[in-house]
């Protein structure tokens, strides 16, 4: 075997004392595509950044074959300049020079639009804003830019998770000739469908280093790898949804980017919502919490129609929202894993607008037990707690506020697989005891296992139901990939 | 041995800045400690506190109020006109000043929350206004009532003392404890942090922005309108221009006194100790007799020392 | 990807051309109102139009402000604030009146130096942000003081001279020849915006961590970015001491708030990436004949900073407005 165009070898990262990555090794060879799988958390997107010099091992080596070896990484998060066009954005530190020296900028329209053209984009406008094209086409751009640079190393970490069916055709046959032109090629994708169409080698990564490296290897197989365990056992026996009465109706409800929504929730089930990102989920969920409110439409609360307008209503209305960033959208890191608790309860837990910390201190020291959230004790800032932890914390303020209806907006994301298990379980306990349960998970597999039914989102609409006897995560994707050759982004004017 | 969180070590370093001045000042003008000469020092730091007090509760959330010099300077004025020096119009004269501090902090939310203008743009605005009436309302502090003493009852609030103490500093100790238990064990408290540290989840949280941001800004019109009543009671008259220095200090204060002045950290103590901190160097170098261009430049120099020396504390 | 033609619309370039600098034509529109209304007072007031001489006291009244405001945009795209910008003006305004003697070979050269003691002013600026990892407001409120500081020092009284030759090269009291000035500002900024550090510039104020992904050189660009603010403010404390003949440590002052006034009504985003020195000239104008206006409508004096302040507020909620009307049509 020739020598591996890039390669780890015993890679260790730890962020603030949470390992990302524990002896990693991967080897990349030239003109091959690698495929990286394992849970969220497991260290794949920690080890993209140190193959691509974002970040610096704390142990352990990168090793190239040449010296001046070009690696372009295609990131996670989009790194697309908001109020540049997109030529700015494509042709940023390598713009075209005319008099003097100083960049043709009348140029760089034309310049982009060619050099997109040559990647078979013809439909982006490279005069455009890039905050004004869509997720899609922006995630297009990125890869656009990167493959633009002439990688011989590409990286690319979640390339695929706003794209449809025929973008993603678009990328894949991109790759196939980048590898066939000699390019090493790292890629990591939660679509097992994908990873096996594309990929030559599959290594798996559980908990910061890899398990195990295959030419050919089966989802259970896979699944078990990286879990460490069968996925029957990290999901919660499946139970019968207790039949209880509805405790939320949507009649119509209509959000900017969704069409009318119509949607009943009961007592003691798990709903699932299901499809790809920036499908109009987050509208939904966002709506129904009042962060903004629904434009048109109704919410019926017990049959009764509830004003939801701002997040306050909501949670008078007994509904609670776990975001899925919760480092932006739920926590306060600096503040004391208290102060996270107890905050839309420190109502309950005041008297004239001053606090009963002894109260205050019993609720949390009991939520700290209930949910065993490990923590040296409730002063602690909530940022140095684990991720897992972190959610913990996030899912137990709102078990605080005894709100029977809970909104869970992809909240397994990135925390690792035991906690996932004890998320799971809990979930499962509360649908027990009568809550009920609104789910999205990005994560196919995690919704037809948890889920009473799934309720699959494209374009902003609800376009399929599937009960419980039809649920698969196949059945999900493939409700959720279905072209039916209308326009391709859900908000065009 | 309990470790002190990076909040709690900020204000001992600005108790610990505030008693080494002093000692500083003492080892170069010997009786710079002796009582009187501490309590006149702690008076006027009182009144940077008072305006520091409300800038704190902006900065908090990450705002900041530039209104806060004609605040101050109409309130003075309002004070004196509207009670003619005569304590029997006292009540009504402080109940307007703080009534218009308040307003116009009521104002300024009301940009910032509801109309999303930039603070700065907001304040800065805010003080153009204020600044505009009471000069065009009073002919530019030549109206008949222009010269009116403050009323003996607040003249007597700045200068007097009750049991050896000033009652300047009775009011400033009240206002600590007022403005620190407010932050450490309210509601309001935990939401103004919620608020400074993440708006989005604080929004998520349940808690009303819009409302927080108003109600801060509010305060802050009130505390330097305060903060003008308890000066011109110091000074007798109100005099052209009393508030601009307090711009520059009462940011200062709250920065030296270990708040973010992107939000979310910090507390009222901190706060407190950086006002003295401010007032005792410049208390110092007039010991000293340095020029007035001397003080201008430790001020900086102090300030971005103490704020390197916090930024090593982030880098833990 | 299969172009599909039909369901993937095209903005024209137009659209995007007036979608991408709206806050420069709303600057624009905004100074076209107020030379409108300067022409109407003025006419109405003096029974005739305008002529040189107002035109030339105007440009000459506003350059310092122009300067000023070019060089807090500057650090402003960055997303960041320069409130030292009127220490700088006071120091450059004393050194000018201090060195500069009665030669204008010799004011020539000074102003060269004060130029670069601008620059040093803003490259402390500029280390103090990028590498004390500060934040721009509080290490400029700082420096502010230390600048204010050091121009009383070096200028504790208002007073010394400037040479009369050296005034009439600046801001010549007979022709808006100071207009030459502004123009090659424009130049400058052109070439500037094709530059290198011009675009990463704007990448910075886009999204810092983004750039640095992207390999923009952060600590380096921002530094620049004071360095060009510090020496712009001191070429504004120089047009400041050429008009008035004469040197004064304070008068510098007002120069932080106003700059950062042009700078809002010029388009240029407080939140950084967002505007053109185009638009802080426009708002300097915009500031400066706003005080015109409200002298020919015999506006009591007394209240010029009330009408000041209802304007910038109204001008700043009425362009958020638009602007985002505008954006939301497109």
Known sequence: MTAPAIAARGVSKSFGGVKALTGASIAVARGSVHALVGENGAGKSTLIKILGGRIAADEGSVETAGPSLRIGTVFQELTLLPYMTVAENL?????????????????????????????GIT?????????????????????????????????????????????????FGQIRALRDAGVAIVFTSHRWGEITSIADEITIFRNGSDVGTF?????????????GQALETIFPARFAPSSGPVLLSLRGARAEGTAPLDLDLRAGEILGIGGLAGHGHRALF??????????????????????????WDAIRAGIALVPEDRKSEGLFLPLSVRDNFTLPILRQLSRFGILRLGAEHATVAESIRRLAVRTPSAQQPVGALSGGNQQKVLLGRWLLTRSRILLLYDVTRGVDVATKHEIYELIAGLAREGYAILFYSSDAEELAHLCHRVKVMRRGAFVAELPADALSAEAIVAAAMRESGQTETPHAA | MRTLTVDTRRILYAIAAAIGLF??????????????????????????????????????????????????????????????????????????????????????????????????????????????????????????SCSSYAPPLIQTLAHGSLLGIPDALWLWAFVTALVSGALAVTRFGRATYALGTNPLAATLAGIDARRMTILLYALCGGFAALGGIMLVGFGGQASLGLGDPYLFTSIAAVVIGGVNILGGRGNYLGVAAGAVSLTVLVSVLLALSMPDYVRSIAYGVVILALLLAYGRENER | MQPDAAALPRGSRLGH??????????????????????LLVYSIEQHRLPGNFELTSTVNNAIPLVFAAVGQSFVVLTRGIDLSVGGVVDLANALAAVTMGKSLGGALLWSAVILAVGAACGLVNGLLVAFGRLQPIVVTLATLSIYQGLAIRVLPAPGGAIPPAYTNLLVNPNAPWALVYIGLLVLAWAGFRRSRTGVDLYAIGNDEASARALGVNVLRTKIIAYMLDGALAAAAGLFLAASATAGDATTGNSYTLTSIVAVVLGGVSLFGGRGSAAGAIAGAFITTLIVNILFFSHVNPLYQSFYEGVFLIVAVVLGGAIGGAIRRRR
Do not use: Y
């Open chain 2, 23 to 144: 000692v500083v000042g003492e080892m170069a003008h010997p009786g710079f400690l002796s009582g009187p000469s501490v309590a006149s020092i702690l008076v006027i730091a009182s009144f940077v506190g008072l305006v520091a007090a409300g800038q704190c509760f902006v900065i908090l959330i990450g705002g900041i109020d530039l209104s806060v010099p004609w605040v101050m300077n109409a309130a003075a004025i309002l004070l004196t006109t509207t009670s003619l020096g005569k304590n029997t119009g006292a009540p009504e004269a402080i109940a307007a000043a703080l009534g218009m501090g308040v307003a116009v902090g009521v104002a300024n939310g009301i940009g910032i929350a509801l109309f999303g203008i930039p603070a700065v743009v907001m304040t800065l605005a805010a003080n153009g206004i204020v600044e505009g009436l009471t000069l065009g309302l009073s002919g530019g502090f030549t109206c008949s």
């Open chain 3, 17 to 38: 051309a007036i979608g991408q600098n709206i806050g420069l034509i709303l600057a624009g529109a905004i100074l076209a109102l107020a030379v409108a209304g300067f």
């Open chain 1, 123 to 171: 439909h982006i406008d490279p005069r455009a804003l890039a905050a004004d094209i869509s997720l899609a086409e922006r995630q297009i751009i990125e890869i656009a830019r990167v493959i633009m640079a002439r990688p011989q190393v590409l990286l690319l970490d979640e390339a695929t998770s706003a794209l449809v069916e025929r973008e993603v055709a678009w990328l």
């Open chain 1, 91 to 119: 042709l940023l530190g390598r713009e075209p020079r005319g008099r003097l020296g100083l960049i043709d900028r009348a140029a760089m329209p034309r310049l982009a639009e060619a050099e997109l053209a040559g990647l």
């Open chain 1, 286 to 311: 966002f709506g129904l919490f009042g962060a903004p409110g629904f434009r048109e439409g109704r919410i019926e609360r017990e049959g009764r129609p509830v004003r939801i307008t701002a997040p």
């Open chain 1, 215 to 227: 030419t050919t290897i089966g989802e259970d197989e896979a699944i078990t790898l990286m879990t």
